[in-house]
């Protein structure tokens, strides 16, 4: 697996590529902590799983991940946004989701990047009456 991260002030998008196991999942988390070390804010992000082959992953090391990101105290509340177009990329992201806890983050699981886009750019209080979180 292979991952790019470009942020700006606003967003962080992270691509993936290839397949990935639970070892780099761990080394893309502690890359995105790293990152977000430099900035002032957390800022939103998109995790895109369109170039990402089938994860090779297990119940078990998603739930490793979150409670890896439940641990962060981030520096302010934001939205993941994760594009995941293939059927078994969306089954783990939504376990991902519906498993996230975390109070200072939202996560949302989209077939496109567009819809992804347009989720991140809602207002936070749109965003808790459409999506039904609380």
Do not use: C
Not at 22 to 28: A, Y
Not at 71 to 80: G, Q, T
Request: cysteine-free; aromatic content about 6%; proline content about 3%.
């Amino acid at each position: 697996m292979s991952f790019e991260i470009v942020s700006d002030s606003d967003v962080m998008k992270i691509t993936l590529r290839g397949a990935f196991n639970s070892l780099e999942l761990v080394k893309l988390f502690e890359a995105v902590q790293a990152r977000e070390m430099q900035l002032a804010r957390s800022p939103h992000r998109i995790t895109d799983l369109s170039a990402a082959a089938g994860p090779q992953l297990t119940q078990t090391d998603i739930i490793h991940a979150v409670q890896r990101i439940r641990s962060v105290r981030y520096l302010n509340e934001h939205k993941s946004a994760i594009v995941a177009p293939s059927l078994i990329q969306y089954g783990f992201a939504r376990m991902f989701q519906m498993l996230n806890d975390h109070p200072q983050v939202v996560v949302g699981v989209f077939r496109d990047m567009e819809s992804a886009e347009v989720w991140l750019a809602t207002k936070e209080e749109q965003l808790v009456s459409s999506s039904g979180l609380q």
